[in-house]
């Protein structure tokens, strides 16, 4: 019995210095990143923008300040809001209403519905009196998020070369993986 129990233990001490040590994780990265495909006219990815999930804080002023919230109209649980150049979000995009002071309840913290056009989106809204809120009404009226914008110089892109279905080569723009350049304008970047 003696025998067999060092034999034993001589066997788990061979095993524990020939095994690679294995770590399993089922957690996200601790980072997180936002990520866009954009598909080639064969619906393959050709585009992959990375950017980190929260960003500094952007704002839209509605009054003394760029760029500019032109208006936020309220009707029927759905606000359209309408910004002065492109604003760069996307649907899911979450954004912040502040200082809106003729009705309150417009004040929170909203997910995009829908992303229309560059310049307007539409949040699905409660109790809020349907109306036109501008800056004329509600001066300290601002909107702001953390998401990243798709025009803002905040991503990592990345380009796939196809040889008919398989992708043959991937490149960086401008051969970088910074996150510094703008997704919306990734087609007109280097890649080598």
């Known amino acids: ?4 129990t060092i034999l034993f233990f001589s066997l788990i001490g061979l095993h524990a210095q020939t095994s690679p040590e294995l770590t399993l994780s089922i957690a996200p990265p601790t980072t997180p990143y936002t990520s ?8 393959n990815v050709e585009y992959i923008c990375k950017a980190l999930s929260d960003q500094p804080v952007y704002v839209w002023y509605a009054a003394n ?6 208006s936020i109209v309220d009707a029927s649980n759905v606000a359209t809001v309408t910004t002065a150049a492109d604003h760069g979000l996307l649907v899911g ?12 309840d417009l ?15 539409t949040i699905a809204t ?20 953390e998401s990243p914008r798709v025009n803002a110089s905040v991503w990592s892109i990345q380009r796939n070369f196809y040889t008919t279905t398989y992708v043959d080569r991937t490149s960086w723009a ?6 510094r350049n703008s997704c919306a304008t990734r087609a007109s970047y280097a890649y080598n």
């Open 93 to 104: 995009n979450r954004v912040n209403i502040v200082g809106v002071t003729t009705d309150t």
């Open 65 to 70: 300040g760029s760029p500019v919230l032109t």
């Open 36 to 43: 866009l495909f954009y598909r080639d006219g064969s619906n």
């Open 174 to 179: 401008e051969g970088v993986t910074a996150t």
């Open 1 to 4: 019995m003696r025998t067999l």
């Open 126 to 145: 409660a109790n809020v009196t349907d109306a036109t809120y501008s800056g004329g009404t509600n001066p300290a009226m601002q909107l702001n998020t």
């Open 107 to 121: 004040n929170g913290t909203y997910v995009i519905v829908t992303a229309p056009t560059s310049t307007t989106f």
